[in-house]
């Protein structure tokens, strides 16, 4: 027989098996839901044995279909939620942080849930005519609530967008690409949703900022909300116009952190064509076509990086470059210029009048693209070499005091706590002089990258000196900044790593946690008391983390 | 020669759907298909056929008891039953292997072999 023929009759089968699964994916995305609630729920402490055994079940018959259908990871990941839940005594409260990122993980297997149609009755209220952006994403159950923050973020010329269900928040972010998001905890009763949809969007790739709302009369638990990528917590009394004051904040701060392109052109549509070619994630690009208002824009976009054309009518690009490197402030920003003319006359006049370098015209996006990713690195470089410790990528000290007067003074406004904590390895010294600074650095290596990966969003982490670090939590009370740091450091202890001449050694760091506003309210005071703190974990055997609380209030006095 | 047939009791909507066309599609053999337990032993007691692909997971009536309810039966007693299961661990498949039956499936098949899977398993050629 004919390969054709077989081949033809298997592509058969194979849309008809596709065919099965369509009309079937919702009864898997149910599945996937019911162990979702489940996970909630042993979050919650409140999982029976009801629940569990439902949830088991689901995962079974999730592990023995959707391999059936190509999904093979699907299997997989379903077979580990089932042992989970099926493991002797049941899941306990600590498998919950594993679970959700097994089911997460299982729920993006099943595709994108946004494709499937919205209920018209979702609660989704546009306040633009166009939904191709929102700036900002309300998640919030209270529709009241989520009106005022739209009406409020309106009238400060952000687009903006209200959904009240897990479901319409994924697909506003699938389709809408929002730049932050405020999510309402108490969403719709189901703070296990809202707590996945936190971690799905949080870890969304560009990362989206997400701000919590928190209410004073409802329980949340911060410190999971922080680890679940949660970039910063405002409660509900602040009202509208201090939710967005600080939305406003955390936007402009990112805005900061990406690379600022100005191109000159006169030719709108050359301008048209750059931009098509530089905008992405982590660049904003302001294109101006009017040559003599460079200098206004100049002052107020502060660009990283300018793209000037040479020839443009009321002033060449070699003018108002010779302009730029005459002011202290521009005198030292790359610029790269756009030519039509490339005879050695004028490229020599181009470097002549300071330019970092050129790019023929016509433009071909490529090689613009090449050229100026070639200059962005070295500033990203640059900025990051000023702004972090060299071994372990952690903020350095002078960084991270301006970072942390920061925290403390937002904290202030929102009237959020913040906690403080100084950490220390223990006897680090003992492992350089018996396996070497290499092997020290590495230490510290790891350590940080522990800290970095622990503490994201608002949170500060910085090497303050030597093998002590620190470490700012927004939003955190002493007990969350305990509990935290002494997860910290169980998982510490049980790390390996390699000894030079072979075999492993272990080791274990102290901590002292001080935090706003019940131990002090200043920077300095937060950070002393953190370490009288830390001396006392010191001397009480080490390998532990003590509250400034907890420390007689004469070592607090000093 | 007449085509083979088999019958697949599973709870299962999709499960049932897929191996029913993948039998029919890729091996010709004709297929019948029960939800559950009883069903299943009512239709084989109907009509015989060749094999019986039988889930083990099943609500209310599961596969070893409704493999159970088939060996009492003398009209059914020799037909051969492979157990359909998602079940990974080495203990659970010795068990199922007791009870009895001409073999044991995993869970999840793959469409385009089920029907290799099943002749190998029965000694079809």
Not at chain 1, 40 to 62: I, P, T, V
Not at chain 1, 514 to 526: E, G, R
Not at chain 1, 536 to 541: E, L, S, V
Request: net charge negative; with cysteine.
């Amino acid at each position: 027989m004919p390969s054709a023929g077989a081949s033809g009759a298997r592509a058969g089968l194979e849309a008809a098996i596709q065919g099965i699964w369509e009309r079937h994916r919702s009864d898997f995305v149910k599945g996937v839901e019911d162990l979702e609630s489940a996970v909630g729920a042993l979050l919650d402490g409140g999982l029976d044995e009801h629940g569990r055994a439902h949830a088991e079940r689901q995962a079974h018959k999730l592990a023995g279909s959707l391999g059936m259908f190509g999904r093979e990871r699907g299997t997989e990941l379903a077979r580990d939620i089932e042992r989970a839940l099926g493991a002797g005594g049941g899941p306990r409260r600590s498998d919950s942080l594993r679970l959700s990122r097994l089911v997460g993980a299982l729920r993006e297997e099943l595709g994108d849930e946004s494709n499937a149609p919205e209920p018209q009755d979702d609660g989704a209220q546009a306040t633009d005519g166009s939904l191709d952006r929102a700036t900002l994403l309300v998640i919030e159950g209270d529709g009241d609530l989520g009106a005022r923050l739209t009406t409020e973020a309106e009238s400060r010329g952000m687009r903006s967008r209200a959904v009240r269900t897990p479901s319409a928040a994924r697909a506003a972010v699938a389709h809408e690409r929002p730049e932050a998001v405020l999510l309402d905890l108490t969403l719709a009763d189901d703070s296990a949703g809202a707590l996945e949809l936190l971690s799905e969007v949080s870890r969304s790739d560009p990362a989206l900022p997400v701000l919590v709302l928190t209410s004073s009369d409802v329980f949340t638990d911060r410190v999971e909300v922080a680890r679940r990528g949660a970039f910063g917590f405002l409660p509900r009394s602040l009202g509208t116009v201090g939710v967005l004051d600080a939305v406003e904040e955390a936007l402009g701060r990112r805005t900061a952190e990406e690379a600022r392109i100005l191109v000159v052109d006169d030719d709108a549509a050359v301008l048209a064509a750059i931009r098509a070619v530089l905008d992405r994630e982590g660049v904003t690009v302001t294109t101006l076509d009017d040559p003599l208002a460079l200098w206004d824009v100049l002052e107020s976009v502060v660009p990283d990086l300018v793209v000037l054309d040479v020839d443009m009518p009321g002033a060449s690009g070699i003018e108002l470059l010779r302009t730029m490197r005459g002011d202290g402030r521009f005198r030292n920003t790359p610029v790269l210029f756009l030519t039509a003319h490339t005879d050695r006359e004028t490229v020599n006049m181009i470097f002549e009048s300071g330019a970092d370098d050129y790019v023929p015209k016509p433009v071909v996006g490529p090689e613009l693209r090449t050229r100026i990713e070639n200059r962005l690195e070295r500033i990203r470089l640059y900025r990051k070499l000023a702004e972090r410790d060299g071994l372990t990528g952690v903020l350095n000290r002078r960084t991270a005091e301006t970072a942390l007067e920061r925290l403390l003074r937002n904290a202030s406004l929102l009237e959020q706590p913040i906690c403080l904590a100084m950490l220390d390895l223990d006897h680090f010294k003992q492992v350089n002089d018996r396996y070497g600074h290499a092997a020290g650095d590495a230490v510290l290596r790891r350590f940080g990258g522990m800290l970095l990966a622990e503490f994201r969003g608002e949170d500060v982490v910085a090497r303050w000196g030597g093998e002590e670090f620190l470490v700012g939590m927004q939003g955190m009370t002493s007990d969350d900044g305990v509990r935290r740091v002494a997860e910290l450091i169980e998982s510490f202890r049980t790390q390996r790593f390699t000894a030079p001449e072979g075999g492993f050694f272990q080791l274990s760091f102290s901590a002292g946690v001080a935090a706003f506003p019940s131990d002090a309210s200043t920077v300095a005071d937060l950070y002393r008391v953190a370490d009288e703190a830390l001396y006392a974990a010191k001397k009480a055997g080490r390998s532990c983390v003590l509250p400034a609380a907890s420390l007689p209030a004469a070592a607090l006095a000093r | 020669m007449k085509p083979r047939h088999i019958l697949i009791v599973d709870d299962e909507d999709d499960i049932r759907e897929v191996a029913e066309l993948s039998l029919e599609s890729v091996a010709g053999w004709r297929v019948a298909t029960a939800g559950s337990g009883p069903e299943g032993v009512s239709k084989a007691l109907e009509e015989p056929p060749d094999a019986i692909l039988l889930d083990v997971m099943m609500p209310d009536m599961d596969g070893p008891s409704t493999l159970a309810e088939l060996q009492r039966h003398e009209a059914t007693s020799d037909i051969p039953v492979l157990l359909v299961t998602a079940k990974v661990q080495a203990a659970d498949q010795r068990r199922f292997e007791a009870l009895g039956v001409a073999g044991v499936l995993r869970k999840p098949f793959d469409p385009m072999t089920l029907s290799d899977q099943v002749s190998g398993a029965l000694g079809w050629g």
